[in-house]
């Protein structure tokens, strides 16, 4: 059995920072992708951006140049910064891994961006 346990979400301010965090435990011999994707109300759950075992990553293009991901591989975690943070990036931020061609899914943290 996989776990994985975010953290770090919150209300923040336009053009403000926060870093999301998500640790991995349970039965895990490695890691292949891990990834951020985030739901906003009333709209489908979309990739935000993706890390692989070899550190490339990938973003969606509205998010590039102000967030960054990256990966703990012996701390089994994978972190967001989110910097420049707009009203339009609020969403509940799910991370995600795929060990062996199996996907598993966090239980989503909060990031608000209001004034």
């Known amino acids: 059995q996989v776990q994985l346990v975010e953290s770090g979400g919150g209300l923040v301010q336009p053009g403000g920072s926060l870093r999301l965090s998500c640790a991995a435990s349970?039965?895990?011999?490695?890691?292949?992708?891990m990834g951020w994707f985030r739901q906003a109300p009333g709209k489908k759950r979309e990739l935000v951006a993706t890390?692989?075992?070899?550190?490339?990553?990938n973003y969606k293009d509205s998010v590039k140049g102000r967030f960054t991901i990256s990966r703990d591989n012996a701390k089994k975690t994978v972190y967001l910064q989110l910097n420049s943070l707009k009203p339009e990036d609020t969403a509940v931020y799910y991370c995600?891994?795929?060990?062996?061609?199996?996907?598993?899914w966090g239980q989503g943290t909060q990031v608000t961006v209001s004034s």
């Open positions: 995600s891994v795929v060990i062996i061609v199996r996907q598993y």
């Open positions: 349970g039965s895990i011999s490695s890691i292949d992708a």
């Open positions: 890390i692989a075992r070899d550190g490339r990553t």
